[in-house]
């Protein structure tokens, strides 16, 4: 059996694959400081199962993952192929070659296989056992191992004896045998401890193991008393249904009976029937009748609705011409004030005209002398009255004419000689205004016997 390959990929300073092909013999790897010599070494301890970050020359077992560089990005997991040539038949497993692989990530999941099959490390170390590799065996010599083994003591120097004469193994193997028997010994402890606590447990459930017999032993007296007070209630029940027969033939008979009654009645409701048909045509007249009645009344009714609606709407207008009446009243009567008032200023008018008209004797005088003194001349037939004093006549004569005419509805009484006129057309308009007062009291009276009907 000898080294046949070994692959770094993602392993210290080998990032990408980088595999190793060795013949047998000595085969040495030379290269200038920091190349990677000793990674070589490192990666065949990690792959045979080195669980020690320092002697892997690391703090910690994540060192071993590239870490990166200017030129490259770290990557996540490190891994190292182990190949040997198993020819020989030195390892105990059918195949000419045992390639033996470790991967560790970055989150610090470690996994082993053996030919690419999951495997445990225990299996990796039973495997390696009988052929003297392994990690703690001195077959693999790294920096500093050579001086530690010149200097150790005599403890250590057995060791490596052993190791040599291939008596490690076997105290390996006791020393798993011992750790398994005192497994064992504490198992079979704990067995006694769990054989005491049942066998005190055991008492009670014998207590109720014995209570669990006597209850069957009484359950199996009750299904038998159960079973003889069932075939009592049988019988009762045999009984009963004797009777219940008896009682239903009497009650057929019963029924027999009511139906040929029952016959004797439908007999009878058959003439009764045809009495009733005989009898339907009066009522279908009454019937008719009653409708007519029915819609006679509810024409009736709804005439007296629109009465009523036109009461009300008869109220409202006489409401209304009351209303209007009134106003006109108060109007008539504010006229009549207004036109006494203008009669007297008319008949002041008059009286100051006629004066103007037919002036006194010593007016003439006096306005002689005064037309004298102005230079005025009168003519023969004209009366001696000033331009000043007819204006002033005019002046005011012309408002009263006005009102009178604007009296006397849209000057249609006659001329300012003629009042009597205008006092008759006045008259007229009050009696009118009478009759409509007198005609819309009547129209109440009329309304209101519609309403009270």
Known sequence: MHLKSLTLKGFKSFADRVPMHLEPGVTVIVGPNGSGKSNVTDAVLWVLGEQSAK???????????????SARQAVGVAEVDLTLDNTDGTLSLEFSEVTIT?????????????????CRLMDVHDLLHDSGLGRDTHSIISQG??????????????????EAAGVLKHKKRKE?????????????ERARLVLGEVERQLRPLQRQADKAKQAEAMGADLRDLEVALAVEDLRALQDQWEALAKREREQDAEIELARYRLAEKDRELGSFQSLLEEKGLFVGDLSEQRRRLQAVLERLNAGLLLLEEKGKNLVERLSELRAKVHVNESRRVRREAELEQLAEELGSARLARGKLHHPHPEDDDRRGEVDHHLGVIPGPGEPQVGLELRDRQGAALEPVQKRLNVLAGDHRCAPPGNWSACRALARSRSAKSNRSSTSANRVRNVSTSNASA
């Open 55 to 69: 002697s892997l020359r690391g703090n910690a077992m994540e060192d071993v993952i590239f870490a990166g560089s």
């Open 102 to 118: 470790r991967r560790m990530y970055r989150s610090g999941e470690s996994e082993y296989l053996i030919n690419n099959s999951p």
């Open 145 to 162: 191992r050579l001086d530690e083994i010149l200097n150790s003591r005599p403890e250590e120097r057995r060791g490596l004896i052993e």
């Open 176 to 188: 798993r045998a011992l750790r398994k028997l005192t497994g064992m010994d504490a198992n079979l």
